[in-house]
């Protein structure tokens, strides 16, 4: 079964200090794994994937994230925070072959000025 | 590009009605969209996949007959919530994948319908 861990409700992080967002997963097959951030009463944004290839993986607004095999995790970080970053934030994994994404249970980041 | 609107944003209905919620792709054609219900402060539930031209495959314990999915051409996918009840209030988001692309691509994400049932 596919499954999605955020072990983190909330981070809470400086301006201008780097930020690590967590998420492991557990797939049978190998991942698609893919970040999306929320603002409140928003629709899901894209911020970035991991297919294949690099496990560093670059995306929107600055972040990026590593994809680690071994540990099943891709942890989405960010060099140095903006008050503007603070949003919902959510990993998804889908298995090869199937349409169905399934999510984390979400990370709100707090970044104060 | 890739653009997902829903309408309306928010709605108010009276217990009993049924609500109808729009989900079209405005630059691309989307065999397959999704519709995921949000509560407050939890993540996305998936409830049911929409496929153009057939039925829609629901999630186990989404009840089919009310809530009610049409994907009735490429661009347009409808839930229809019948009969609600104050404990269908919630926020409603679908998404969609573009066709053309490979199947390992992002899903695009629809603004979202908030739903009150009073």
């Known amino acids: 079964a596919q499954s999605v861990a955020q072990p983190e409700d909330q981070v809470n992080v400086a301006e201008g200090n780097p930020l690590t967002v967590k998420c492991t997963y557990s797939?049978?097959?190998?991942?698609?794994l893919f970040w999306y951030v929320q603002y409140p009463n928003r629709g899901l944004q894209f911020l970035l994937k991991?297919?294949?290839?690099?496990?560093l993986v670059k995306g929107s607004y600055g972040f990026e994230a590593e994809f680690n095999k071994s540990q099943t995790s891709f942890h989405l970080k960010k060099p140095s925070a903006l008050v503007s970053d603070s949003a919902l934030y959510f990993c998804?994994?889908?298995?090869?072959?199937?349409?169905?994404?399934?999510f984390g249970s979400g990370t709100k980041l707090n970044v104060k000025p | 590009g890739a653009v997902v609107s829903q309408h309306p944003s928010w709605v108010i209905c009276k217990s009993g009605t049924s609500v109808k919620i729009e989900c079209r792709s405005l630059?691309?054609?989307?065999?397959?969209m999704f519709w995921y219900r949000q509560f407050p402060k939890q993540s996305l539930m998936l409830m049911a996949t929409?496929?153009?031209?057939?039925?829609?495959?629901?999630e186990q314990g989404v009840e089919k007959d009310k809530f009610l999915i049409n994907h009735a051409s490429l661009t347009l996918s409808t839930l229809t919530v019948t009969s609600a009840h104050p404990e269908d209030s919630s926020f409603y988001i679908c998404?969609?994948?573009?066709?053309?692309?490979?199947?390992?691509?992002?899903?695009?994400f629809g603004p979202g319908t908030r739903l009150t049932v009073t």
């Open positions: 630059d691309f054609q989307a065999t397959t």
């Open positions: 998804a994994v889908r298995e090869y072959n199937f349409n169905k994404f399934y």
């Open positions: 929409s496929n153009e031209g057939s039925k829609a495959t629901y």
């Open positions: 998404s969609a994948r573009d066709s053309r692309l490979p199947s390992f691509y992002e899903q695009y």
């Open positions: 797939v049978s097959g190998n991942p698609y």
């Open positions: 991991y297919i294949t290839g690099d496990n």
